[in-house]
């Protein structure tokens, strides 16, 4: 199977950064993409950005131009740098990886915890 696990979640004020992480392991060979998805209080879960194992990155709307995702392979890694950070985006962040194992697979991680206080 896969795991992921996040970090980097916590408490920043409006205007502030943080950055997330999350590493994968398992069975990652069949790697297609990975990304980070959110759900705030009393909101839907919802897409933050994706970064394909080849292609483009894709970003929400609402973090285009203050949010950065990026991948280090060597350690099946990917990032979430956050920057301009506003109250809206206070949800819990969930790293997501789809891999081909003869089947599209979806795999979510636990979550982390984005606060951003006004």
């Known amino acids: 199977q896969v795991q992921l696990v996040e970090s980097g979640g916590g408490l920043v004020q409006s205007g502030g950064s943080l950055r997330l992480r999350c590493t994968a392991s398992?069975?990652?060979?069949?790697?297609?993409?990975m990304g980070w998805h959110r759900q705030g209080p009393g909101k839907q879960r919802e897409l933050v950005a994706t970064?394909?194992?080849?292609?483009?990155?894709n970003y929400a709307d609402s973090v285009k131009g203050r949010f950065t995702i990026s991948r280090d392979d060597a350690k099946n890694t990917v990032y979430l740098q956050m920057n301009s950070l506003k109250p809206e985006d206070t949800a819990v962040y969930y790293c997501?990886?789809?891999?081909?194992?003869?089947?599209?697979?979806?795999?979510w991680g636990k979550g982390t915890l984005v606060t951003v206080s006004s």
């Open positions: 997501n990886a789809r891999i081909d194992l003869g089947y599209v697979a979806n795999y």
């Open positions: 398992g069975r990652i060979a069949g790697m297609i993409a």
């Open positions: 970064i394909p194992r080849s292609g483009s990155t």
